[in-house]
């Protein structure tokens, strides 16, 4: 009935996909995280200008469908900067503009639930309040921000796959080619969610390894 | 040391501090006390303006804090804080907290910093706990710390603002024996506090605050045994 031994042929292929979804969530993700930290701040922030800004992107990306931003970004931005971005590049902008978004509310969530005290206590000795964030306020924050963070990474791991409408040739495009082609649909879908699964279980692990490790 | 002037504080409409004058002599113990709400706490904060003032002047160790020119991180360098609830790094062990301000303000090497934590962490008699965690201590050892933290930073003077509130009674006379320890080495020291034993024994002076300015300023004889305020003898006969 089902023949997975077909699948093996399709390797390379579907390999080829995930190299492009990883490729796309680690660099998607990395700029994220950068936007996300700060923008996150502008949302603390006690400037008016920054906060405004902050809370513009968040609320924009937060109520829009991260696959109409993948259109607009690929289809619709081009036309208004007569600019045309590759598949790619579009898929990575998409994944950092939208993590960003969400990140940003994890920073900020992260870094107010630090008791004031702390800020308190470190400007009382003489530090600034540079000082104060970069060495007692982010690395309490920033461990009580790996659990929603590895959340949002498997959530944008997840959402690469939408960038298959884009014609980013990642794992869930070569998916469909494949399987309209050679009409193996059970096969190879089956094959596909698997590789996000392990994808994603190895990231829930390596994030419950990190968390452990600062303990303190 | 410190010259307070007419100091006002206020929170929206309501106004906590209403015109606070007073002095704090070098190497002097002052002990303030005073009702729940009395403005007691705002006060201290005011004086490392950790508060902001609203209006009035407070001149520490000849600056005037409100100034603009003023360098706020300076003066904080040059008055040590105590708060209620410790307020220690919880992700640094002890003997880090207490080295890092002298690292990153004093720019100390990190030897030289260790040397002076190991020095001050055996004053409070904790030097076998320098590589614990602070949740691993126990409250009164965790206040301990956060005194030799801000020792660490050599302060002219230092601000204690209810040290032995937060703490189960047992551990309250190991942190006052520290304090009296300092008081006695000629440390300058005001010290918001509801241990009446502690002002009695240590202060130089003592301020009785109520609803936002000093009711009593007096010897600790004075305002423990025989107090010219009305105000004063009923908190001291609810609270002794």
Redesign the interface.
């Known amino acids: 009935m089902f023949d997975f031994t077909q699948v093996i042929d399709f390797l390379p292929q579907l390999g080829k996909g995930l190299y492009y979804t990883l490729l796309i969530s680690i660099i998607g993700l990395l700029i994220g995280f950068a936007l996300g930290a700060i923008f996150g701040l502008g949302r603390i922030s006690k400037n008016k200008f920054f906060f405004i800004i902050a809370s513009i992107y968040v609320e924009v990306i937060r109520g829009t469908p991260v696959l109409v931003q993948a259109i607009w970004i690929f289809f619709a931005l081009p036309i208004i900067t007569q600019y045309n971005m590759d598949s790619i590049t579009a898929g990575v902008v998409v994944i950092a503009i939208n993590s960003g978004a969400y990140i940003a509310e994890i920073v900020r969530g992260s870094v107010d639930s630090i008791?004031k005290?702390?800020m308190?206590?470190?400007?009382?000795?003489?530090?600034?309040k540079h000082?104060t964030m970069r060495?007692?306020i982010w690395?309490?924050a920033f461990?009580r921000m790996i659990p929603p963070l590895g959340n949002q990474f498997i959530i944008s791991i997840k959402d690469t796959s939408l960038l298959s409408v884009i014609l980013v040739p990642e794992l869930m495009f070569q998916g469909r080619y494949i399987a309209s082609n050679h009409f193996n649909a059970v096969e190879i879908y089956t094959t596909v969610a698997l590789f996000y699964l392990v994808i994603n279980f190895s990231l829930s692990l390596l994030l419950r390894y990190i968390e452990r490790r600062l303990k303190? | 040391m410190i010259t307070v002037q007419d100091l006002h504080k206020r929170f929206g409409d309501n106004e906590v501090l209403k015109g606070i004058h007073c002095e704090v002599e070098e190497k002097e113990v002052v002990c303030v006390i005073g009702p729940s709400g009395s403005g007691k706490s705002t006060f201290l904060r005011c004086l490392n303006l950790l508060e902001e003032i609203t209006s009035g002047d407070v001149i520490v160790d000849g600056y005037n804090i409100r100034d603009r020119a003023t360098d706020i991180n300076m003066i904080r360098t040059e008055v040590g804080m105590v708060f209620q609830q410790f307020n220690l790094f919880p992700h640094k062990t002890v003997i880090q907290n207490v080295m890092l301000a002298p690292q990153k303000v004093r720019k100390l090497s990190p030897k030289e910093a260790r040397q002076r934590g190991e020095a001050l962490l055996e004053k409070v008699g904790l030097a076998e706990k320098a590589d614990q965690y602070p949740s691993q201590l126990s409250g009164g050892q965790q206040q301990r710390v956060a005194i030799a933290r801000a020792l660490a930073m050599e302060p002219k003077m230092m601000l204690f603002d209810e040290p032995t509130s937060a703490l189960d009674p047992e551990l309250v006379g190991e942190v006052l024996e520290v304090m009296k320890q300092l008081a006695k080495e000629g440390m300058t020291m005001v010290v918001v506090t509801h241990e009446m034993g502690f002002a009695r024994e240590v202060a130089d002076r003592v301020l009785f605050m109520d609803e936002g300015i000093i009711m009593e300023e007096n010897t600790p004889d004075i305002i423990f045994n025989n107090p010219e305020s009305e105000r004063t003898k009923d908190f001291l006969n609810k609270v002794l």
Request: charged fraction near 20%.
């Open positions: 008791d005290g702390q308190e206590a470190g400007r009382s000795l003489g530090l600034n000082q060495y007692i690395p309490q461990k303190y």
